[in-house]
């Protein structure tokens, strides 16, 4: 079966310092994107970030970035300057045909 | 620009009682349209899926059932909700032939009481 693993179920970060997510995938895919998404308090799915895996350069986003590493499989979130606006769970996310599978989720709590 | 709809926000149904959520996608034509669930504090879990009108994939046998009876609606029904359907409910498209481009409706919160 393919599947995305998030082995960090709660992490905590102080504002104003960086964090990294862990993410692992398994896919038969040859073409294939990755996405971070973000779900806050109001439950909202927001996409955060998204990498095309034939590219070799880490995708960013203001302070948001990924390590990607194809040949591991691992598509980590590394997030700069953290903001109290940052506390969510984060879930990665990888399209398996039309389908949309996801890791079970990091809980980040940015603490003042 | 394309939006997504999801209705209602929050439900309390009683156990027995029959269920209709309702999505709407506008702005794009012949998406690709999921229904997910997610338990508290959990990860999404694929319902269903659908490729076009009439078109449903289950993905998890359950007391669910989904529906689309035009291009950009996507309906997840029960007949008899049990107390294990409580949940939050969101819808998601997507362009066909795309790999990127999920969007997300704001979620149904459901609790069965």
């Known amino acids: 079966a393919q599947t995305v693993t998030q082995s960090q179920p709660e992490m905590s970060v102080q504002e104003a310092e960086t964090v990294t997510l862990s993410c692992t995938y398994d896919t038969s895919e040859s073409n294939y994107y990755l996405f971070w998404y973000k779900q806050p308090p109001s439950r909202q799915m927001i996409l955060v970030i998204r990498q095309e895996a034939y590219k070799q350069q880490n995708a960013t986003e203001n302070r948001f970035s990924v390590n990607f590493q194809k040949a591991a499989k691992s598509f980590s979130l590394k997030i700069s300057d953290s903001q109290l606006g940052d506390t969510a769970m984060y879930f990665c996310?990888?399209?398996?045909?039309?389908?949309?599978?996801f890791g079970g989720g990091t809980r980040l709590m940015v603490k003042p | 620009s394309q939006t997504i709809h999801q209705w209602p926000a929050t439900l309390v149904q009683p156990v027995g009682s029959p269920l209709s959520l309702e999505c709407t996608v506008e702005g794009t034509s012949n998406p690709n349209l999921y229904w997910y669930r997610q338990a508290a504090g959990r990860g999404l879990q694929l319902l269903f899926y659908?490729?076009?009108?009439?078109?449903i994939s289950s993905e998890v046998p359950q007391n669910l059932s989904a529906s689309r009876p035009q291009d950009r609606q996507f309906i997840l029904s029960s007949k008899k909700l049990l107390l294990s359907d409580s949940g939050f409910y969101l819808c998601?498209?997507?362009?066909?032939?795309?790999?990127?481009?999920?969007?997300f409706g704001s979620g149904t919160r459901l609790t069965v009481v």
């Open positions: 659908s490729v076009g009108i009439g078109q």
């Open positions: 996310a990888s399209p398996i045909g039309n389908m949309l599978t």
């Open positions: 998601a498209w997507k362009r066909q032939g795309y790999f990127y481009g999920y969007t």
